[in-house]
Protein backbone atom coordinates (compact mmCIF):
# COMPACT_ATOMS: atom_id res chain seq x y z
CA UNK A 1 0.00 0.00 0.00
CA UNK A 2 1.15 3.29 -1.54
CA UNK A 3 2.03 6.05 1.64
CA UNK A 4 2.04 10.19 1.68
CA UNK A 5 5.68 9.06 2.26
CA UNK A 6 6.07 6.58 -0.70
CA UNK A 7 4.91 9.58 -2.96
CA UNK A 8 7.24 12.38 -1.02
CA UNK A 9 10.09 9.86 -1.69
CA UNK A 10 9.22 9.10 -5.48
CA UNK A 11 8.42 12.71 -6.14
CA UNK A 12 11.52 13.45 -4.78
CA UNK A 13 13.51 10.67 -6.76
CA UNK A 14 12.05 11.10 -9.73
CA UNK A 15 12.71 15.13 -9.67
CA UNK A 16 16.69 14.17 -8.89
CA UNK A 17 16.61 12.09 -11.82
CA UNK A 18 15.88 15.06 -13.84
CA UNK A 19 19.54 16.31 -13.40
CA UNK A 20 20.72 12.97 -14.81
CA UNK A 21 22.13 13.73 -18.59
CA UNK A 22 23.62 11.81 -21.00
CA UNK A 23 26.79 10.48 -20.89
CA UNK A 24 26.82 11.12 -17.32
CA UNK A 25 29.17 8.77 -14.80
CA UNK A 26 26.13 8.72 -11.57
CA UNK A 27 26.59 7.65 -8.05
CA UNK A 28 23.69 5.94 -6.91
CA UNK A 29 22.81 6.20 -3.38
CA UNK A 30 21.00 3.70 -1.01
CA UNK A 31 17.94 3.50 0.43
CA UNK A 32 14.25 3.81 0.41
CA UNK A 33 14.32 6.99 -1.43
CA UNK A 34 17.16 6.61 -3.86
CA UNK A 35 15.57 3.37 -5.35
CA UNK A 36 13.00 5.84 -6.71
CA UNK A 37 15.51 7.93 -8.43
CA UNK A 38 17.32 4.66 -9.95
CA UNK A 39 14.00 3.68 -11.34
CA UNK A 40 13.62 6.96 -13.17
CA UNK A 41 16.89 7.16 -14.49
CA UNK A 42 16.52 3.44 -15.74
CA UNK A 43 13.31 4.68 -17.16
CA UNK A 44 14.78 7.64 -19.23
CA UNK A 45 18.25 5.48 -20.27
CA UNK A 46 14.66 2.55 -22.21
CA UNK A 47 12.97 5.64 -23.16
CA UNK A 48 15.74 8.45 -24.00
CA UNK A 49 18.58 6.38 -25.30
CA UNK A 50 20.96 7.78 -22.67
CA UNK A 51 24.16 6.95 -22.15
CA UNK A 52 24.81 6.47 -18.40
CA UNK A 53 27.27 4.96 -16.05
CA UNK A 54 26.22 3.77 -12.64
CA UNK A 55 28.74 3.75 -9.30
CA UNK A 56 26.61 1.74 -7.14
CA UNK A 57 27.34 2.63 -2.95
CA UNK A 58 26.39 -0.24 -1.94
CA UNK A 59 25.75 -3.79 -3.12
CA UNK A 60 21.60 -3.40 -2.72
CA UNK A 61 22.15 -0.31 -5.10
CA UNK A 62 24.02 -2.39 -7.34
CA UNK A 63 21.31 -4.96 -7.61
CA UNK A 64 18.47 -2.50 -7.87
CA UNK A 65 20.44 -0.72 -10.92
CA UNK A 66 21.11 -3.76 -12.60
CA UNK A 67 17.50 -4.66 -12.68
CA UNK A 68 16.69 -0.99 -13.85
CA UNK A 69 18.98 -1.38 -16.96
CA UNK A 70 21.86 0.73 -15.27
CA UNK A 71 25.05 -0.05 -16.65
CA UNK A 72 27.88 -0.07 -13.86
CA UNK A 73 31.01 1.11 -13.08
CA UNK A 74 33.52 1.06 -10.03
CA UNK A 75 35.07 4.16 -8.68
CA UNK A 76 39.25 3.12 -9.84
CA UNK A 77 37.41 2.59 -13.39
CA UNK A 78 35.85 6.22 -13.58
CA UNK A 79 37.82 8.75 -14.15
CA UNK A 80 35.15 11.18 -12.56
CA UNK A 81 31.84 11.71 -11.05
CA UNK A 82 29.51 14.08 -12.65
CA UNK A 83 26.41 13.80 -10.32
CA UNK A 84 25.65 11.51 -7.17
CA UNK A 85 22.13 11.21 -5.61
CA UNK A 86 21.37 9.52 -2.41
CA UNK A 87 19.21 9.54 0.48
CA UNK A 88 19.79 10.65 3.80
CA UNK A 89 18.29 10.22 7.29
CA UNK A 90 18.50 14.10 8.63
CA UNK A 91 18.81 17.53 6.93
CA UNK A 92 19.09 20.56 8.69
CA UNK A 93 18.81 24.49 7.24
CA UNK A 94 22.34 24.45 6.53
CA UNK A 95 22.03 21.24 4.04
CA UNK A 96 24.31 19.30 6.86
CA UNK A 97 23.45 15.35 7.25
CA UNK A 98 23.78 12.50 9.03
CA UNK A 99 23.93 9.47 6.69
CA UNK A 100 24.48 5.67 7.59
CA UNK A 101 21.12 4.37 8.50
CA UNK A 102 21.61 1.88 5.51
CA UNK A 103 24.62 1.23 6.60
CA UNK A 104 26.34 2.24 4.04
CA UNK A 105 28.11 5.45 4.68
CA UNK A 106 31.62 5.18 3.86
CA UNK A 107 31.27 3.72 0.43
CA UNK A 108 28.89 6.64 0.07
CA UNK A 109 30.81 9.53 1.74
CA UNK A 110 33.82 8.13 -0.75
CA UNK A 111 31.62 8.84 -3.64
CA UNK A 112 29.93 11.95 -2.63
CA UNK A 113 33.60 13.67 -2.03
CA UNK A 114 35.07 12.41 -5.66
CA UNK A 115 31.64 13.82 -7.07
CA UNK A 116 31.26 17.41 -9.36
CA UNK A 117 27.77 17.55 -7.67
CA UNK A 118 25.58 15.79 -5.02
CA UNK A 119 21.92 16.00 -4.67
CA UNK A 120 20.01 14.81 -1.71
CA UNK A 121 16.90 13.13 -1.60
CA UNK A 122 14.25 13.34 1.18
CA UNK A 123 10.68 12.96 2.41
CA UNK A 124 9.23 15.80 5.00
CA UNK A 125 10.05 13.76 7.78
CA UNK A 126 13.95 14.06 7.44
CA UNK A 127 14.05 18.08 8.03
CA UNK A 128 15.37 19.20 11.13
CA UNK A 129 16.62 21.90 13.15
CA UNK A 130 19.22 20.32 14.88
CA UNK A 131 20.98 17.17 13.75
CA UNK A 132 20.59 14.29 16.07
CA UNK A 133 17.66 14.58 17.51
CA UNK A 134 15.37 12.35 16.08
CA UNK A 135 18.26 9.77 14.75
CA UNK A 136 21.65 8.39 16.10
CA UNK A 137 25.07 9.30 14.29
CA UNK A 138 26.09 6.19 12.36
CA UNK A 139 29.55 5.27 13.25
CA UNK A 140 31.47 3.20 11.18
CA UNK A 141 34.89 0.96 13.39
CA UNK A 142 37.09 -1.78 13.00
CA UNK A 143 35.25 -4.96 13.64
CA UNK A 144 37.65 -5.74 16.85
CA UNK A 145 38.02 -4.05 20.15
CA UNK A 146 34.25 -3.06 19.49
CA UNK A 147 34.33 -1.72 23.48
CA UNK A 148 37.69 0.02 23.42
CA UNK A 149 36.27 2.13 20.66
CA UNK A 150 32.80 2.83 22.03
CA UNK A 151 34.88 4.14 25.26
CA UNK A 152 36.06 6.70 22.76
CA UNK A 153 33.37 7.95 21.28
CA UNK A 154 31.42 7.98 24.28
CA UNK A 155 33.71 10.58 25.93
CA UNK A 156 32.58 12.72 23.29
CA UNK A 157 29.03 12.79 24.93
CA UNK A 158 26.59 10.41 23.48
CA UNK A 159 25.33 6.75 24.76
CA UNK A 160 26.43 4.07 21.68
CA UNK A 161 24.67 0.48 20.69
CA UNK A 162 26.46 -1.29 18.40
CA UNK A 163 24.39 -2.31 15.32
CA UNK A 164 22.61 -5.24 15.38
CA UNK A 165 20.86 -7.32 12.59
CA UNK A 166 18.66 -10.64 13.05
CA UNK A 167 20.55 -11.18 16.68
CA UNK A 168 23.41 -11.50 14.89
CA UNK A 169 26.29 -7.97 15.08
CA UNK A 170 25.82 -6.01 11.73
CA UNK A 171 28.41 -6.25 9.02
CA UNK A 172 28.43 -3.27 6.79
CA UNK A 173 29.41 -4.69 3.08
CA UNK A 174 33.05 -3.57 3.84
CA UNK A 175 33.08 -6.23 6.93
CA UNK A 176 33.01 -3.53 9.38
CA UNK A 177 30.78 -2.92 12.50
CA UNK A 178 28.54 0.32 13.64
CA UNK A 179 27.92 1.88 16.56
CA UNK A 180 24.60 4.36 16.77
CA UNK A 181 25.36 7.34 18.46
CA UNK A 182 22.69 8.90 20.73
CA UNK A 183 24.10 12.53 20.99
CA UNK A 184 20.68 13.86 21.81
CA UNK A 185 21.08 16.65 19.40
CA UNK A 186 24.30 17.94 18.04
CA UNK A 187 25.34 21.53 18.49
CA UNK A 188 28.74 21.44 16.95
CA UNK A 189 28.80 19.03 14.08
CA UNK A 190 31.92 20.33 12.45
CA UNK A 191 33.75 19.81 15.81
CA UNK A 192 32.59 16.66 16.44
CA UNK A 193 33.48 15.18 13.33
CA UNK A 194 37.22 16.63 13.84
CA UNK A 195 36.98 14.81 17.11
CA UNK A 196 35.31 11.72 15.78
CA UNK A 197 37.93 11.48 12.75
CA UNK A 198 40.86 11.31 15.53
CA UNK A 199 39.52 8.55 17.52
CA UNK A 200 41.59 5.20 16.12
CA UNK A 201 39.60 2.73 14.87
CA UNK A 202 36.74 4.74 13.93
CA UNK A 203 36.58 4.24 9.94
CA UNK A 204 33.95 7.17 9.44
CA UNK A 205 31.11 8.50 10.53
CA UNK A 206 27.39 9.95 9.50
CA UNK A 207 27.97 13.68 9.50
CA UNK A 208 28.03 14.63 6.03
CA UNK A 209 29.16 18.19 6.10
CA UNK A 210 29.56 21.36 2.90
CA UNK A 211 29.38 18.52 0.73
CA UNK A 212 25.55 19.09 -0.34
CA UNK A 213 25.13 20.98 -3.36
CA UNK A 214 21.37 20.74 -3.43
CA UNK A 215 18.27 18.91 -1.35
CA UNK A 216 15.34 18.15 -3.15
CA UNK A 217 12.81 17.46 -0.50
CA UNK A 218 9.02 15.71 -1.70
CA UNK A 219 5.93 16.65 -1.56
CA UNK A 220 2.39 15.60 -2.33
CA UNK A 221 0.87 18.94 -3.67
CA UNK A 222 1.39 21.26 -6.39
CA UNK A 223 4.90 20.23 -8.17
CA UNK A 224 5.64 17.68 -5.55
CA UNK A 225 8.75 18.52 -4.47
CA UNK A 226 10.80 21.82 -3.05
CA UNK A 227 14.66 22.24 -3.17
CA UNK A 228 16.90 24.18 -1.14
CA UNK A 229 19.98 25.28 -3.24
Known amino acids: ???????????AGYRAAEYVEDRMVVGLGTGSTAKFAIQKIGDRIQEEDLDILGIPTSLETAK?????GIDMVELDEANKIDLTIDGADEVDPEKRLIKGGGGALLREKIIAYNSKRYIIIVDQS???????????????????????????VRRLGCETELRTYQEEVYRTDNGNNILDCDFGGIDEPEELSKELNSIPGVLEHGLFLDITDKVVIGKEEGKGFEELD
Open 64 to 68: RAKAA
Open 126 to 152: KKVEKLGISFDLPVEILPKWNEGIADC
Open 1 to 11: MSTDRDLQKKN
